[in-house]
Each structure stands twice: as C-alpha cells, then as structure tokens.
C-alpha cells in the first residue's frame, strides 16, 4: 500500500510541472499584457514599455518562467503586478472562500446524489425512477448561472428573505447571517454534483444489480438492507472517483456562480487575474488548483485501493 | 444576453427596505477594490471612489454643481501663477494648514516626496503602477523644487497653459505614514493615509473597503454630512441590481438599461446629468486603403446614423453626441455640418465620394466585449452596423477583448495590433482641452500619443500650438470652440452619443449633487 501511495505521489511532480508550463505558454499566448491593463488608454507607449521592464515582462518567456519556478521552489508565489500584494495573501484567502461553498455543496450535492441514484435503481423503471432520473437530469442540464439569478429573484429580490450577493462577516461560517449568506449559492453550485452523482450510482446499482453474486445473496436469505449495503460498496470504487473530479471542480470555483453572487472566491479570482494578464496570480493560482486536484485525486485512488485491494495492482 | 434576460428576471421583483444607518453603501462596477495607495487603478472609477474622497491633489475638481460643466479649483494648492518669462514653469502655493490622515503635515517637502514617487524611478519610495498612471497622465513634467516650505515650483518640456487640468489626475499620499508602515507600498495599501474627506479604515480586497468620515477635514464646508461609506466591487450588472433591490446596497452605479422602468417604478431614483463624456468610433485615417480617408465618406456616416433611436435603445442612459463637446455648451462653436439622421443627404455625399449602392463602403471596425466606460458595446455597435446599412455603408466587426483593443489603440494604426480595421469603438474622455491634444494633435500621433486615428489638420495643430501658450482665457476660449468646429467637421471621429453616466439609489439618499463630471462629490450625501 505504501509503494502503491508513494508512486501516486511521484506521479503528480511530472504533472504540476507541465500544468506550470502549459499555464505560462498559454498566458503568453493570449494578446496583450498586464502593462496595457494597468494603465489608461491614453498612456504613451514608452510609459506602457517602462513598466514591462520593471516587472521583467521584457525578459525572454523562458527566462521569465525559470524565475517563477526558482521563486515558487522557495515558496515565494510572487505579487501581483496589479495590486502590488503578496500572491499568496489573495490565493490563501480565495481558496478559503472557495472552500466555504465547496464543501457543503459537496456534502449536500453527492449525499442527495447518492440517495436519489440508489432510490431510481431500486425502483427502476418505476414513477419514481422516473421522477429522481427527471430531477438528476435537470440538475445538470440547467445553466447554474441561471439558477442562481432564479433564486436571488425569489429569495433576495421578491421576498427578501436571504442575501442576494457577497459572503457577509468573513470568517468561519458559524452566525445566521454568515450561514444565510451560504445558502443560495451552495444550493447553486450542488445541482450538477447531485445530477452527475445520482446518475452514476444509478447506472452502477443497476449493474451491480444484475450480476450473479446478487442473486446468491438473495438466495442466501440475507436481509433486502444488508444486500444493498453490498451493492454499494462494489458501487463505491467508480462513484468515488467521479465524486473527486466533481469536488475538484468545486474547489476550482465556479466563475458564473462566483459572478453571480459576488463571492470572493478562486473562480472569482483565476477570473480577474485572467482579464488583467496578471500572471504571478494567474500561473500560483491554475498550480495551486492543479495540485489540490492531483491531491483529491490521490486520495480517492487510495480510498478506492482501500475499498478494492484489486486497484492496488 | 444573460444582462437583458436576468435584468428582466429581477426587475420583476418588489422593493425591499434598505437598513443603512449613517452609511452609505455603494456597488461599484469595477471588479475589484481600486488599489488604496493614493493613486488608484480602475481607470476613472477608481479615481471616482478611491482616489478623490480619500486623497487629493494640488489642482482639484469643481464637482460643487449640475448646472455647469465641472471646472477646475484650488485643492492643496490654493493659487498657481505660470512664470510670465518661463512659461514652462508654474509656481504653486500650498496651502496651510493641511494634514494627513495620520497627523503629519502637508507642505512643499511631501509634495516633492510625492512627485519623486512618481517621477524618478530611482527613489525609495517610486511605486511602479502608481507612476505608470500619472505619467500617462502627465507625461509633460520635466523638474520640481521646493522653493520654501509652502511653496513650490514645477516645470514642463513645453509650455502648456492647460497643464492645472493635467495635474487634478496626480493626488498625494503621506510619506510619514510609507515610512511608519516600512517603507511599503503593499503595506501602506492597507493603512493608507491621504487628506481627502474620508479616510480608509478598512480594506478586504475584493471584497470591500470602508471609509470613515474625515472630522478634522481642512475645507470645514466639505466635511462629509456621513459617518462612512461601504464601497464593494459589483462587476456584474445583474448583481448589482439584485443588490441594490435586496436593500444590500443603497446605490449602484451603471443600472442595466432594461432595468431602469422597473426600478423608477418601484421607487427607486435614477441620477443622470448630461456632460461630455463620447462614445465614438474613432476612424483610421491612416490606412491606405481606408474609405474614411475620404471627409465626405466621414461625414456621410455621422448623417446616417440614427442617435435618437440608439438612445431608446438606451432607455435614456445617453444623449446623442454631435462634436467634441455638447450641442448647446459655449465650447461648441457653429460648426458647418449640423449633424442629423438624413440618410439622404448621407448618400448624396457617398455618391460624391464615388460610392452607391452598386459599389456600397465596405469598413471593419474593431469594438471589444467589454471595458472601462464602454457602455453596451456589442448592441450598440449592432444597431449602428443596421443603420448604416440604409445608407450603402456595410460594416463588419473586429470584436476583441478589452486588452486587445488597448495594445491596437497604442500603437501604429496600419500595425499589425489593428488587425487591419478601419475604425474603432473607444470611449474617450472629453471634457477640457488636454484631452483634445491628446486625441487629435498631430504630434500626437500614435504610438508616440493617443492620436490612433492619425487625425492632421495644420489650422488644429496651429490653435492649439496658439492656445498652448496662451495666457489670456477669452482668447482661449474662441479657439476651443473652433478647434471643436474643425474636430465636427473634419469628423475624425464618428459622433454617436455621449455618457450621460446613469445610477439607481435608493430614496434614502438625500443630497447627492450629479456634477456635469464623470468625478463625484460624496460630502454632500446623507442618509435619510
């Protein structure tokens, strides 16, 4: 198990390392500069050329992209060339934001997931099959962007009855108006986790269903309760691994959700950086990102390990 | 798409109490706080929120009225005087009495701290982004010295008799709180300290900054009628709008345009004031082949376009544009061609130019997604393309992102970063004669200036050499208003409307004072 966790890890160096040079060529790719953002229209062009040659934007590209790398080695992630603040501060606190919407609408999105996918396979072809798949579909199929204007429409604007944008006091969300400010966007940004889940643990009960260890479990008299225990965890291996994809994509923010309802987070953040060619911010936030995703992703090959020795090989 | 439906969606909805107590709490549209050291980022809005209520300059804004066009005024300078044997020197007066937010003085010696922050790369306290805005600005300044404590002396490569309208866009922050912080300005963006009205108490980037009443304010009639106010980045209109109407927030700036009958019904106010602020097509005059070369294809396309109708489009947000400055504003003049939607009289001189409908001008126009005080670019331009389409004028668009137009506008039009176009969507500031030199003096041109279109015209260059070293006003004045005369008639531009710079707030704010300026004066505003 430990070799099977150390080549995991050994994996993801060769990643991060492409992920930070496919971010720098890509930024370099795209037209204009942060030198042409920071300043007005009407700035001369010698003024523009000054300040690329102060933050060494007049360097060759890979001249540039060694620097970062040298920094980052050291943990310095740079400033940004907009703000003049420490990358890190804005990253720290962005990724914390993120984190507050992610997790709940991780653990409200798979739960609801994994219960109404587990409900449709047990009554399959039934209404009520019919209604949850309805439901999952929809969850995915609805821009969450809309969703979201939907709910501040009825909840904020009609009744007023819960915040319609920002994060309110910052901080761990433990007051009521902390929580209010919570819950139209996790409730947003949970649909397509509870739509993808509960489709997948459908399919995979369904199949589960139909193979012949099943039958002997019936035969064997054991309780309806106890089989489908059995069913979900020969189900968890795959419905895990799509949950941690489907986590990693919360953590990288939602920059229509974010928008929507103003909230400070990575999405918002990878948002502004991209429209400033901020590149210090750009390139620590996409690595940080990548590397909680490698990270999530190692955890739930490992989960998976544990739950089926055969994935050990 | 999304702005239209959403602002539909929400403009359905009830109004809802706001709960603001003694302060203000104001949606901006720029995506993120303004930067807090004293010269903001976020283009004029940042300069709106973040630089004039907290920090101010030498020469400030006459934002006192919404009946006149907002001048100039003495700010820490209380006179100036342009050196009779040298013009390129002006001298300054301080004014005493002055102090920061942290307690330290204002005097000749911080004013100097400050313009080596801008002006010398080499100093301790240079801030790179800071600089690069004011010299954009400023471009002009040669030296400064200190005279006495309160007076002092600053020179120009050239003369400029307009060089007070250049200085209201250099503010001044405190060199006893960049060096009481270390010497940083990453930290002193977050304990900063100007000598404006309001002072920062606390700033969360992207997130909010806090302003708190400046009491011991040294003008006594512009201490600030608030206790604070709450400025937050609200890019997205529809955000805005749901805030405002959630009773978040008490003010937004830029209100959709669909939303604005819903919100006047719900009781809500939207301010509007008419001053000249263009949003023009800026054409190419350069490029070889270009058929705006031709004045009379210019001026055929400034009779063909419908600004009425473009301003409906707008629910009323703009007023059509008809020169450089306003229709009706002394700065105006009696130009030849008084521009009106007359498609026939547009394809008379197409016919003139060589041009009908068997052989229609064919033009590209570069216009972005989006950017600072670019109005609805994408339904603004379309509806443009329709209406000049009656005329044989077919329009094809360049659309590209904001920072792409920004790298074209600065440099040669005929390079390579034009992508080719024979136009260009920008929106301009137009409100003094400063701007007027950067836009059209021939030696402007790009990309050693802001000319992009690459306008000449040796009777402009002529007066505004004349007015450069004026010193008499009503001398000024007549050439202004010929200099605008040949801009409409020579029509470098495509006049389409002016900003007319809407904003909703709720009917608790009492006070607020709409100058005929993009600037603002927050002292007045209370809460009810």
Redesign the interface.
């Given at each position: 198990m430990e070799i099977f966790i150390l080549r995991r890890v050994l994996y993801a160096v060769p990643i991060l390392l492409g992920v930070s040079i496919v971010i720098f060529g890509l930024v370099q790719l795209s037209?204009?500069?942060v030198?042409?953002?920071?300043?007005?229209?009407?700035?001369?062009?010698e003024?523009?050329d000054?300040?690329r040659q102060?933050?060494g934007l007049d360097r060759p590209v890979y001249e540039q992209y060694l620097i970062w790398l040298g920094n980052l080695l050291q943990g310095d992630l740079g400033?940004s060339?907009?703000?003049?603040?420490?990358v890190i501060?804005?990253l720290s606190?962005?990724i914390g934001n993120t984190l507050k919407l992610a997790v709940p609408a991780a653990v409200l999105g798979f739960a609801l997931g994994i219960a109404l996918g587990a409900l449709a396979a047990v009554g399959r072809g039934g209404w009520l099959d019919k209604l949850l798949s309805g439901l999952a579909i929809t969850g995915v199929s609805l821009p969450h962007?809309w969703v979201g204007?939907?709910l501040?429409?009825i909840f904020?604007?009609?009744y007023?009855i819960l915040?319609?944008?920002?994060?309110g006091p910052?901080g761990f969300p433990s007051t009521w108006e902390q929580i209010q400010h919570l819950i139209l966007p996790v409730i947003t940004l949970s649909l397509i986790p509870m739509g993808v889940v509960s489709r997948l643990v459908r399919a995979s009960v369904l199949e589960i269903l139909s193979q012949e260890f099943v039958t002997t479990l019936h035969a064997k008299g054991l309780l309806h309760r106890r089989i489908l225990l059995h069913i979900m965890k020969n189900a968890a291996p795959s419905v895990l691994a799509v949950m941690g994809l489907q986590f990693g994509y919360l953590l990288g923010g939602s920059i229509l959700v974010e928008?929507?309802?103003?909230w400070?987070g990575s999405g918002?953040?990878m948002?502004?950086a991209i429209?400033r060619?901020d590149v210090p911010v750009l390139s620590a936030t996409i690595l940080v990102l990548a590397g909680l995703f490698v990270v999530i992703n190692i955890l739930v090959d490992v989960l998976q390990a544990l739950i089926d020795p055969r994935m050990r090989r | 798409m999304l702005l239209a439906t959403s602002a539909a969606v929400l403009g359905l909805g009830l109004a809802a109490p706001a709960m603001a107590g003694g302060t203000l709490r104001i949606a901006m549209t720029a995506s993120d706080v303004p930067t807090t050291t004293g010269m903001p980022n976020n283009g004029y809005e940042g300069m709106r929120f973040l630089g004039y209520p907290i920090f101010e300059g030498l020469v400030l804004w006459d934002l006192s009225s919404a009946d006149t066009l907002a001048d100039i005024r003495p700010g820490l300078a209380e006179s100036w005087s342009q050196d009779p044997n040298d013009p390129t020197k002006w001298v300054f007066k301080l004014r005493h009495g002055v102090t920061f937010h942290d307690g330290s003085p204002f005097n000749a010696d911080a004013a100097i701290w400050n313009l080596e922050r801008y002006y010398n790369s080499d100093a301790p306290q240079f801030e790179p982004q800071g600089s690069a805005i004011v010299r954009a600005r400023n471009p002009n300044v040669a030296g400064y010295r200190k005279i006495d404590d309160y007076t002092l002396e600053i020179s120009t490569d050239r003369p400029l008799s307009y060089f007070p309208y250049l200085l209201v866009y250099m503010l001044y922050s405190s060199p006893t709180q960049f060096e009481k912080v270390g010497s940083d300005w990453a930290a002193f963006a977050k304990a900063p300290s100007g000598t404006g009205p309001f002072k920062i108490t606390d700033f969360k980037p992207r997130i909010s900054v806090s302003l708190a009443k400046n009491a011991t304010y040294w003008d006594k009639d512009r201490v600030p009628k608030l206790d604070g106010m709450e400025l937050y980045p609200m890019p997205e209109a529809t955000t805005r709008l749901a805030a405002l109407r959630s009773g978040q927030v008490d003010w937004i700036e830029v209100p959709p345009p669909d939303a604005i009958p819903s919100l006047k019904g719900a009781g809500y106010e939207i301010v509007t004031n008419s001053y000249p602020h263009n949003w023009p097509w800026v054409f190419n005059l350069a490029k070889e082949d270009s058929p705006f070369r031709d004045v009379k294809v210019r001026q055929a396309a400034n009779y063909c376009i419908d600004r009425d109708g473009m301003v409906e489009l707008l629910n009323g947000t703009a007023e059509p544009s008809y020169g450089f400055f306003k229709k009706g504003s002394g700065k105006f003049g009696s130009p030849a061609n008084a521009y009106t939607f007359d498609p026939d009289k547009a394809k008379a001189l197409l016919a003139e130019a060589g041009y009908g409908p068997d052989k229609p001008v064919k033009a590209k126009v570069m216009i972005s997604t989006s950017g600072s005080g670019q109005m609805l670019p994408l339904p603004m331009n379309e509806f443009l393309q329709q209406t000049l389409a009656q005329c044989n004028i077919a329009i094809d668009f360049e659309v590209v992102e904001w920072g792409t137009m920004l790298v074209a506008f600065r440099n040669d039009p005929t390079g390579p970063q034009s992508l080719g176009v024979d136009a260009m969507n920008i929106s301009l500031v137009s409100s003094d004669i400063s701007q007027m030199a950067r836009w059209f003096w021939s030696a402007n041109m790009a990309p050693n200036g802001s000319n992009w279109g690459h306008f000449q015209n040796a009777e402009y260059d002529k007066l505004l050499g004349e007015i450069q070293v004026a010193s008499g006003d009503a001398d000024v004045s007549a050439k202004v208003k010929r200099l605008n005369e040949i801009v409409v008639d020579e029509a470098p531009w495509l006049w389409i409307v002016h900003d007319l710079n809407a904003r909703a707030m709720s009917d608790k704010v009492t006070g607020f004072v709409s100058a005929q300026s993009w600037f603002q004066d927050f002292t007045p505003v209370d809460l009810k």
């Open positions: 037209p204009g500069d030198a042409d953002l920071l300043i007005p229209p009407e700035a001369p062009k003024v523009a000054l300040l102060k933050f400033v060339i907009f703000t003049n603040q420490p501060d804005d606190s962005a962007y204007i939907v501040v429409a904020s604007v009609t007023n915040p319609a944008q920002g994060m910052q928008t929507v309802f103003n400070p918002n953040l948002n502004l429209f060619r | -």
